[in-house]
Nanobody
Framework: QVQLVESGGGLVQAGGSLRLSCAAS????????MGWFRQAPGNEREFVAA????????YYADSVKGRFTISRDNAENTVYLQMNSLKLEDTAVYYC?????????????????WGKGTLVTVPS
């Protein structure tokens, strides 16, 4: 049974930082691209970042480029999202996802597994 479990969400002031983690189990982690998506209230789920199986290639949404960094540890079956310079508009539930190809996640396709999400709130 595949499980993706996110952690690290919380309340953070604008300009602050958070590090999200996603621990994977039940799948061959190093054979999957991993990604992060988010869904703000009233909005559709959107792509945030993705990383290839070997960490060689990383993709970012324009809205987070330069502020967020995705990384992974294949020995620990964990993917991370370091979020810096947080803004009000980063408030959302953040979801971890696994796909065979990280590149496909940019277009919102290919995801085979999802976590249940962790809430990030940047208050006004």
């Amino acid at each position: 049974q595949v499980q993706l479990v996110e952690s690290g969400g919380g309340l953070v002031q604008a300009g602050g930082s958070l590090r999200l983690s996603c621990a994977a189990s039940g799948l061959s982690f190093s054979n999957y691209g991993m990604g992060w998506f988010r869904q703000a209230p009233g909005n559709e789920r959107e792509f945030v970042a993705a990383i290839s199986r070997d960490s060689f290639t990383r993709y970012y949404a324009d809205s987070v480029k330069g502020r967020f960094t995705i990384s992974r540890d294949n020995a620990e079956n964990t993917v991370y999202l370091q979020m810096n310079s947080l803004k009000l508009e980063d408030t959302a539930v953040y979801y971890c996802a696994a796909a065979r190809l990280a590149a496909s996640m940019r277009g919102g396709s290919g995801m085979e597994y999802w976590g249940k999400g962790t809430l990030v709130t940047v208050p006004s």
